[in-house]
Each structure stands twice: as C-alpha cells, then as structure tokens.
C-alpha cells in the first residue's frame, strides 16, 4: 500500500470528460469498450489506494475507495500471468446468499457474479482476446474466514460481494464498491431493532461477518447465535428457530420475501455503513487494477442505459427484484462513486 497524496490529488481532479468518453470517440468510430476507454479508466484508476470516502444513500450506506501505487511488483504480475496461463479466474464463493449469489446448476449467478464476469472480460481483452479462454472457476467456502484463507494462501485470486472492514484492509486489498449496505435486522412486527428493543433477545448472525461485529459492540444486551454461513442463518430464521436475523441489509431484503414475509426490516437507521467491493490479496494489485478498470465501466454502462447492463444489475436489485431498489437510486450511487474515486462528472 504505496499510494501517495501527489497520486490522490491527480485521481480527483481528474474530470468525467477526460476519462471516460461518452461511448464514442471523436471520430464516431469506436464504441464504449474500446482499448482507448481502457486506457484512460485504467490511467484514471490506478493511482487509487489511501484515500477514503463516506457515500451515504436512502439505505444510508457508505462507499470506500482509495489511492494505489502506479507500479506492480513482480508478484502481481506472476499473479495475472498465473490466472491467464491457467485459464480460470478463481472466486471465493461463500454460500449462496442472495443478491450476490445464487447457486444455479453448476454454476454460480448473482449480483456478485456479474461483476466477476466484468472482471474476467476485463482480463480476458487485455491478455487473451479470443472469447471463451478464460472461464470463471467458483471456489465454495463454508465460511467468511475460510474464504479469506483461500485468498490468503493464494488458492483463490478474488472474492466479490464482500464488505469493507477495517481489519481486513490491514492484509488485504479492496476494489472500488459496485454496492452499498448497512447493518440492520429482521425482527418480529413491533421490534423496531434498537439496541433497546434487541436487548434480551436472541439474534443470528453469520460467523465472521461485519454484521456481527457491530451488533454485537453496539447492541451488547442481546444474545447472539451465530452461524457458519449464510444458508444456515436464512433457514434458521425460516423454521423459526430464531426470531431475528443480523446481517447486511441488501441480503436480509433480498431473502425477506423467502424467508421471512412477516418480519420487518430494522431499525430505520442501520447499525453500521459500509461499501461493497471485491477483495484481493496484496500480492495482486495489478488484479486489483483490473478489477477496478472492470467495476468502473459496468457502472458507466449502466449510467449510459445499456440494455445488458440494465437487466444484469436490476434483476438482482433493482425494480422487480428481490431488493426492489428503484434504477435511479442505483444510477446516483455509481455518479457518486465514479465522481467522487475519479473526478467522473457528467457535462
């Protein structure tokens, strides 16, 4: 983590014009993905690694980013190299937690997912062009730790849908956020999900997640059941075997209907504000770079209203899906992020 001021304060300035075209080039000729958008994003984003941000929304969640060095080291690129000669781009999935992944066949699919393909293309233009060289290898973990561990000992290269932490940040590299969250709870009707209201009452929470963390340093009278992923905690709370279920709030609205259609989504404030990224290990910043290239442009593709992107993103969480969030509050979330970890504003 090499970043520096000099590199935060260029990455700001920067402005949306000089960075991402509005699809077309001057000439007309090339569209949105072209090599030259890739260069300008990547120039844009590279420098991003030790600044931070808050972004708050209508789910009062926040967003991190920050300044990178410029230069990678040998094993960043032994790292790409590895993921290009081998074929398959390795990511921890833990569960099947909906909106970011639902196991689907053999397969994975899921907010979470979306972004991975987005990274995989991403890779798979600069290194391989030929389509369909590089597939996406799912790693099922049954834990949040045990998934770090696979990034950790270099058994997996990405984990995405995951949760900024403080603590996490120390060993491991964060993308930009392609969502956002807070902490809440699904609780009985008429348990408002205060730290008042909580106290004395069992709560589940999945071990090792951030959610857990907060609730239980800011809701300590409660008693907490914990659960070693988020398949068991969900059906938990299905069979009634616990009233209230912890967690981040996207995952608790998008299982709600499933699991729990009686239960009320609190408190109206969350518990805790957190961006939603795709994690590396330090080793790979080049993978990083990529996959923030990669985050960057499907969120300009959505702002711009391609079709694809449109329906690969709302079906998850926008309207009509589980989470239900409106297409322009998704849109101002990605201004914000891309106006505010690259200078991007629209003219």
Do not use: H
Request: with cysteine; glycine share 10%.
């Amino acid at each position: 983590m090499q970043g520096t001021t000099e590199n935060c304060s260029a990455v700001l300035r920067c402005s949306y014009l000089s960075v991402i075209p509005f699809g077309r080039d001057r000439l007309g000729a090339r569209p949105l993905g072209s090599a030259v958008f890739r260069q300008r994003l990547r120039l844009a984003l590279v420098g991003m690694r030790s600044c931070s941000l808050l972004l708050l929304t209508a789910l009062g969640a926040g967003a991190l980013a920050g300044c990178q060095s410029a230069q990678s080291s040998p094993s960043s690129a032994v790292a790409i190299d590895s993921i290009v000669q081998r074929g398959t781009l390795r990511a921890v999935v833990v569960g099947s937690a909906l909106p970011y992944l639902e196991k689907s066949g053999d397969g994975y699919q899921g907010l979470g997912v979306t972004v991975l393909e987005a990274i995989r293309a991403e890779i798979q233009e600069a290194y391989d062009p030929k389509e369909g060289r590089l597939k996406l290898e799912p790693i099922p973990v049954v834990s949040v730790s045990e998934g770090l561990e696979k990034l950790r000992s270099g058994q997996a290269d990405i984990a995405c849908g995951v949760v900024f932490n403080w603590e996490r940040e120390k060993t491991f590299d964060y993308t930009i956020p392609f969502a956002q969250s807070g902490v809440r709870v699904l609780a009985p009707e008429g348990n408002n999900g205060t730290p008042e209201a909580l106290a004395g009452q069992v709560v589940g929470v999945v071990q090792d997640s951030v959610a857990a963390q907060k609730l239980k340093a800011l809701a300590p009278e409660a008693s907490y059941k914990v659960f070693a992923d988020p398949a068991a905690a969900l059906a938990a709370l299905q069979s009634g075997a616990i009233k209230i279920l912890g967690g981040d709030t996207l995952w608790l609205r998008g299982n709600q209907e499933a699991v729990a259609p009686k239960s009320s989504l609190v408190p109206a404030i969350p518990y805790g504000k957190a961006g939603m990224g795709c994690l590396t290990a330090e080793s790979s910043p080049k993978l990083r770079n990529f996959s923030n290239i990669a985050i960057g442009r499907l969120m300009q593709r959505y702002l711009d209203g391609d079709a694809a992107t449109l329906k690969s993103i709302n079906q998850w969480v926008g309207p009509g899906s589980a989470v239900n969030l409106p297409s322009e509050l998704i849109a101002n979330y990605y201004r914000m992020v891309l106006s505010t970890t690259a200078g991007f504003e629209k003219s």
